[in-house]
């Protein structure tokens, strides 16, 4: 019988997660045959490469790798309808923990946001905010491959000093500049024709402002959001919208997932190619899930925040 380490939500976040929200179990698995039945999230869920370590189903034989929603597990039995395959193609030099982030969903994020909601075309200015994160720096790095000049906002200077690296034609750490808005005049005077939004808040606000007539916002996420207790407010940006004439659409990466395999190997020729980057930000240890997650929330990672087990 197999022993599998479970991370539990205990208890609803009330702003900021603490650890008191989370509770480390371990259950018995049943045989691959059996079916699992578990309550509606009592696991924290989460995205996972896993090895298969044993099977009955000749699509997933023992020993191959797959992506899986299987949440803060070390160990699950499923039937396979939520597995991914790895790519079979997949290079022995490359981690496989790219498939969580640059050649994974975040990396899927990026590339529909620019291609399908955007419609970025070359020599248009692009903003993205959160910018040394697993979405903007793939955002970034896709935006110049496509010959555009590109504006990063992080939150500190060793992500300013990491977006430089990636190539970003300006970058600047939001918390430290005397002004938002004058930030953004400076690195784009002329405005912006693309925002790829990850932060909300009063970042939006601002930088509505500095989008040229006709932009286009693609809204991927709102991080700065995410811990609030009660619900921000305002301002509103109906009538800059509306006399700037912006067009702003939510997306997920689902939504295109009948590209999805086409769409890895894209990403991951770029990588081999030397046009895309990648850095992780690695936490070992299956005991050390939550302080990652709360880690991540902080902005304490460059890149993709992965745990090592």
Not at 189 to 201: A, I, L, M, Q
Request: charge should be neutral.
């Amino acid at each position: 019988m197999v022993q599998a380490k479970t991370w539990i939500l205990t208890k609803h976040f009330e702003g900021f997660p603490k650890d008191s929200n989370f509770e480390l179990k371990v259950e018995e698995l049943p045989k691959p045959f059996s079916r699992v039945r578990m309550k509606e999230g009592d696991v924290m869920i989460g995205t996972q490469v896993a090895k298969v370590i044993q099977s009955n189903n000749p699509a997933f034989p023992v020993g191959s790798h797959v992506v899986g929603r299987c949440g803060w597990r070390t160990h699950t039995v499923c039937d396979g309808t939520d597995l991914i395959p790895i790519m079979p193609e997949w290079p022995q030099d490359i981690s496989l923990s790219l498939a969580l982030g640059t050649i994974g969903m975040p990396g899927l994020t990026a590339l529909y946001g620019i291609e399908e909601v955007l419609g970025l075309k070359k020599g248009e200015t692009l903003l993205v905010n959160a910018a040394a994160g697993a979405v903007g720096s793939v955002v970034g790095q896709i935006a110049k491959i496509k010959g555009c000049k590109v504006v990063g906002s992080a939150g500190s200077d060793a992500k300013v000093a990491f977006l430089k690296e990636l190539g970003f034609d300006e970058a600047f750490n939001y918390k430290t500049v005397g002004s938002l808005e004058e930030a953004l005049k400076k690195a784009s005077p002329e405005g912006y024709d693309c925002f790829f939004e990850n932060v909300g808040g009063p970042f939006s606000s601002v930088a509505l402002q500095q989008m040229k007539n006709f932009g286009r916002i693609a809204v991927c996420g709102s991080i700065s959001v995410y811990n609030d207790t009660t619900p921000q407010t305002g301002p509103y940006p109906h009538l800059t919208m509306i006399f700037k004439q912006l067009k702003m659409e939510g997306f997920m990466q689902s939504r295109w997932e009948h590209k999805h395999p086409e769409s890895l190997k894209r990403l991951m020729g770029w990588l081999k190619e030397g046009k895309l980057h990648s850095r992780e930000h690695i936490t070992k240890g299956f005991e050390n899930m939550p302080a990652a997650f709360m880690g991540l929330l902080q902005g304490d990672n460059i890149g993709k925040a992965v745990v090592a087990v």
